[in-house]
């Protein structure tokens, strides 16, 4: 079902022209109101930067930017541009130290958000009439704004909350909804967990972590669940639910447009990665997100540290524009002897050994930070009842390296050796400091 039709299959032209006007007018906004993008854009007024045609020559924003902008005057940062009477809601990231980032929202930012999220999550195939069963504990997340779709889109919302299984179980079970929306590491773990292959749930929407477009990560999980998996994918910081996959399964609509803009850049460089018109892709880098039409706290070209894969080949479902697939979080990525290695996308080659395999793995970098040396280890998980065979090592190894032309160090461990996650998953095990 696509929610909107006039909006979700208007011409990519189209689009790009309505989207241009906008980035116009929120340039002048962001020139009037933030204090944060007057003093970093050295621009005397919005036209001197043109329209989204340009947008590639203003520089980019980091999240630890924002932040350096609090004080306790404003603890949101020099980026709010509203009154404290005009903010609706205050989300806030999780923050790996201190303190968290707030994300403000003015009522209208909000329904912006939500529906962006709802056309995200209709694309599915969820329809209205049906039950969902959540398991999102949203508390101060921006992933509270995601729950609200679901009435938007006019679902009966079963919210069980996370990491109570038996909870999760007993309501599908007793309540039968058509669908749930899970990580894809709590996906994983219920179907390791409980036979659901012939439950009501018929689709199994994920978010909040790479993975749930990985095409043998996601044969796992249908399989397990005897449902059609989609993925979606937003970041607080820009919008939740931002991205979501119809049921062609061929990466995730920007259920956005626009509100956001979307760039891809070479993370290493910060050059724009241009789509091939000709071929269609797919051009890889990490996605580049601008507010369109925000007004609490815009940002503009926020660097997400999602590193993404670009399809542009049109959608049977109807959809238009550019769809994208999330290969890996920029920062779990390491460096091989110069090449870039995401531990999703080792996942994913190791999880093509199903039936041998459980499909849990656990990086295991020698060093601290993000250069190794070669060969990288990785534990890798044997499935239920299989016993370690150094063949199956070998041939692990081997598609390794010429799927990801990465080189590495294969430990096969039993079945339940490596710790579930009812949230998101740890790929990467924290090298030991020396010394
Ligand atoms: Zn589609």
């Keep these: 079902m696509i929610l909107e039709p006039e909006v979700e299959t208007r011409p990519w032209e189209e689009q790009q022209e309505l989207d241009d006007s906008a980035y116009r007018e929120q340039l002048a906004y962001l020139m009037e109101r933030s204090a944060f993008y007057r003093e970093k854009l050295g621009i005397a007024s919005a036209a001197d930067a043109g329209g989204l045609a340009g947008i590639a020559r203003l520089p980019l924003t980091e999240k630890a930017e924002l932040k350096a902008t609090a004080s306790a005057d404003n603890p949101i940062g020099t980026h709010l541009c509203v009154d404290r009477a005009e903010i609706a809601r205050i989300y806030s990231t999780s923050g790996t130290t201190g303190t968290p980032s707030y994300i403000p ?37 921006a992933a509270g704004a995601a729950l609200a779709s679901f009435d938007r889109i006019g679902l009966s919302h079963v919210p069980v909350g996370t990491g109570n299984t038996e909870r999760l179980l007993r309501a599908i079970e007793l309540l039968r909804p058509e669908a749930a929306v899970l990580t894809p590491s ?56 931002l991205w979501g996959e119809c049921e062609e399964q061929d990466g995730m609509h920007l259920g956005a447009r626009g509100y956001v803009y979307p760039e891809v850049i070479d993370p290493a460089t910060g050059d724009p990665e241009t789509v091939d018109p000709g071929t269609g892709g797919p051009v890889t880098g990490e996605l580049v997100l601008t507010h369109l039409r925000h007004r609490a706290a815009p940002l503009l070209r926020f660097r997400t540290r999602d590193h993404v894969q670009v399809r542009t080949s049109p959608c049977p479902c109807g959809r238009t524009g550019p769809r994208v697939r999330c290969i890996g979080r920029t920062d779990d990525m390491l460096i091989v002897r110069g090449v870039n290695v995401f531990p999703s996308a080792v996942r994913e080659v190791v999880s093509g050994f199903a039936p041998d395999v459980s499909g849990h793995v656990l990086v295991r970098p020698k060093q601290p930070g993000v250069k190794q040396e070669p060969p990288l280890p990785v534990s890798v998980e044997l499935a239920r ?34 710790k579930r996650s009812e949230y998101k998953s740890k790929l990467v095990a924290q090298a030991k400091v020396e010394g």
């Design 186 to 241: 709590y996906a994983a773990y219920l179907a390791e967990q409980a036979d659901l292959r012939d439950s009501s749930v018929k689709r199994v929407l994920v978010a909040g972590e790479p993975g749930g477009g990985e095409p043998a990560f996601r044969a796992a999980l249908e399989q397990g669940w005897g449902a059609r998996v989609t993925e979606a994918m937003g970041i607080g910081d820009i919008g939740v639910s």
């Design 105 to 141: 929202l003015t009522a209208g930012d909000l329904d912006n958000w939500i529906t962006g999220s709802a056309r995200s999550y209709a694309a599915s195939g969820v329809e209205r009439g049906q039950r969902i069963v959540s398991t999102y504990n949203a508390g101060p997340f």
């Design 385 to 418: 009842d299989r016993t370690a065979d150094p063949a199956l090592a070998d041939a692990i190894s081997s598609r390794l390296r010429d799927a990801l032309i990465v080189q590495t160090e294969i430990e096969l461990v039993p079945f339940g050796a490596l």
